[in-house]
Protein backbone atom coordinates (compact mmCIF):
# COMPACT_ATOMS: atom_id res chain seq x y z
CA UNK A 1 0.00 0.00 0.00
CA UNK A 2 1.32 3.83 -0.61
CA UNK A 3 1.71 6.06 1.84
CA UNK A 4 -0.03 9.14 1.23
CA UNK A 5 0.13 11.83 3.77
CA UNK A 6 -1.52 15.35 3.94
CA UNK A 7 1.67 16.68 3.71
CA UNK A 8 1.47 15.23 0.04
CA UNK A 9 -1.53 16.01 -0.75
CA UNK A 10 -0.58 19.44 0.13
CA UNK A 11 2.49 19.87 -1.55
CA UNK A 12 0.05 18.28 -4.77
CA UNK A 13 -2.36 21.24 -4.78
CA UNK A 14 0.47 23.80 -4.41
CA UNK A 15 2.07 22.17 -7.37
CA UNK A 16 -0.72 22.68 -9.40
CA UNK A 17 -1.89 26.15 -8.52
CA UNK A 18 1.86 27.33 -9.38
CA UNK A 19 1.53 25.37 -12.88
CA UNK A 20 -1.64 26.68 -13.03
CA UNK A 21 -0.76 30.31 -12.43
CA UNK A 22 2.12 29.86 -14.69
CA UNK A 23 -0.02 28.89 -17.52
CA UNK A 24 -2.31 32.02 -17.12
CA UNK A 25 0.77 34.04 -16.67
CA UNK A 26 1.64 33.07 -19.79
CA UNK A 27 -1.61 32.98 -21.89
CA UNK A 28 -1.84 36.66 -20.52
CA UNK A 29 1.59 38.04 -21.70
CA UNK A 30 1.21 36.05 -25.03
CA UNK A 31 -2.36 38.15 -25.59
CA UNK A 32 -0.52 40.95 -24.56
CA UNK A 33 1.77 40.70 -26.69
CA UNK A 34 0.20 40.36 -29.82
CA UNK A 35 -2.06 43.09 -28.80
CA UNK A 36 0.07 45.17 -28.86
CA UNK A 37 0.38 47.09 -32.29
CA UNK A 38 3.78 48.77 -31.98
CA UNK A 39 5.93 45.12 -31.47
CA UNK A 40 7.28 43.80 -35.15
CA UNK A 41 6.29 40.55 -36.22
CA UNK A 42 10.36 39.77 -35.64
CA UNK A 43 10.23 40.76 -32.23
CA UNK A 44 6.96 38.89 -31.41
CA UNK A 45 8.56 35.94 -32.75
CA UNK A 46 11.78 36.13 -30.52
CA UNK A 47 9.20 36.93 -27.14
CA UNK A 48 7.46 33.23 -28.51
CA UNK A 49 10.64 31.71 -28.60
CA UNK A 50 12.08 33.10 -25.30
CA UNK A 51 8.55 32.29 -23.69
CA UNK A 52 8.39 29.15 -24.64
CA UNK A 53 12.42 27.78 -24.50
CA UNK A 54 12.39 28.96 -20.71
CA UNK A 55 9.15 29.90 -19.30
CA UNK A 56 10.05 31.33 -16.15
CA UNK A 57 12.54 33.30 -17.12
CA UNK A 58 10.73 34.63 -20.47
CA UNK A 59 7.70 35.75 -17.94
CA UNK A 60 9.79 37.34 -15.69
CA UNK A 61 11.73 39.46 -18.56
CA UNK A 62 8.75 40.21 -20.37
CA UNK A 63 7.16 41.64 -16.87
CA UNK A 64 10.00 43.54 -16.18
CA UNK A 65 10.65 45.37 -19.49
CA UNK A 66 7.11 45.37 -20.59
CA UNK A 67 4.74 44.78 -18.05
CA UNK A 68 4.08 48.71 -17.42
CA UNK A 69 1.93 48.80 -20.33
CA UNK A 70 -0.40 45.29 -20.03
CA UNK A 71 -2.81 47.08 -17.85
CA UNK A 72 -2.88 50.07 -20.05
CA UNK A 73 -2.99 47.77 -23.26
CA UNK A 74 -5.73 46.02 -21.54
CA UNK A 75 -8.01 48.55 -20.37
CA UNK A 76 -7.91 50.15 -24.14
CA UNK A 77 -8.97 47.32 -25.16
CA UNK A 78 -11.86 46.96 -22.89
CA UNK A 79 -13.18 50.27 -24.00
CA UNK A 80 -12.83 49.96 -27.81
CA UNK A 81 -14.93 47.03 -27.42
CA UNK A 82 -17.55 48.25 -24.69
CA UNK A 83 -17.71 51.42 -27.34
CA UNK A 84 -18.54 48.91 -30.16
CA UNK A 85 -21.27 46.84 -28.26
CA UNK A 86 -22.91 50.14 -26.86
CA UNK A 87 -22.80 51.66 -30.52
CA UNK A 88 -24.14 48.36 -31.97
CA UNK A 89 -27.26 47.92 -29.38
CA UNK A 90 -27.83 51.77 -30.09
CA UNK A 91 -28.23 51.11 -33.46
CA UNK A 92 -30.03 47.58 -33.34
CA UNK A 93 -32.68 49.49 -30.57
CA UNK A 94 -33.17 52.14 -32.40
CA UNK A 95 -33.34 50.78 -36.25
CA UNK A 96 -35.70 48.24 -35.40
CA UNK A 97 -37.89 50.28 -32.93
CA UNK A 98 -38.27 52.75 -35.72
CA UNK A 99 -38.47 50.42 -38.25
CA UNK A 100 -41.19 48.24 -36.79
CA UNK A 101 -43.59 50.81 -35.62
CA UNK A 102 -43.35 52.01 -39.08
CA UNK A 103 -44.38 49.09 -40.13
CA UNK A 104 -47.16 48.57 -37.93
CA UNK A 105 -48.12 52.13 -38.98
CA UNK A 106 -48.31 51.08 -42.43
CA UNK A 107 -50.26 47.73 -41.92
CA UNK A 108 -52.84 50.17 -40.06
CA UNK A 109 -53.19 52.27 -43.28
CA UNK A 110 -53.50 49.77 -45.37
CA UNK A 111 -56.18 47.83 -43.49
CA UNK A 112 -57.96 50.90 -43.14
CA UNK A 113 -57.52 51.62 -39.57
CA UNK A 114 -55.52 54.79 -40.08
CA UNK A 115 -56.39 57.68 -42.13
CA UNK A 116 -54.43 59.53 -44.94
CA UNK A 117 -53.64 62.74 -42.44
CA UNK A 118 -53.36 60.21 -39.40
CA UNK A 119 -50.79 58.19 -40.84
CA UNK A 120 -49.09 61.24 -42.19
CA UNK A 121 -48.98 62.71 -38.55
CA UNK A 122 -47.95 58.71 -37.08
CA UNK A 123 -44.90 58.73 -39.52
CA UNK A 124 -43.26 62.42 -38.45
CA UNK A 125 -44.03 61.60 -35.16
CA UNK A 126 -42.14 58.49 -35.75
CA UNK A 127 -39.27 59.83 -37.74
CA UNK A 128 -39.34 63.13 -35.40
Do not use: C
Request: hydrophobic share 60%.
Amino acid sequence: MVAFSIWNAIWVVFVAYVFISILILLFLVLLDLFRDKHVGGFAKFLWVVLLLVVPLLGLLIYVLARGHGMSERSARQNADAEQAYEAQVREAAVGKGLASELQKASDMHAAGTLSDDEFAALKTRILA
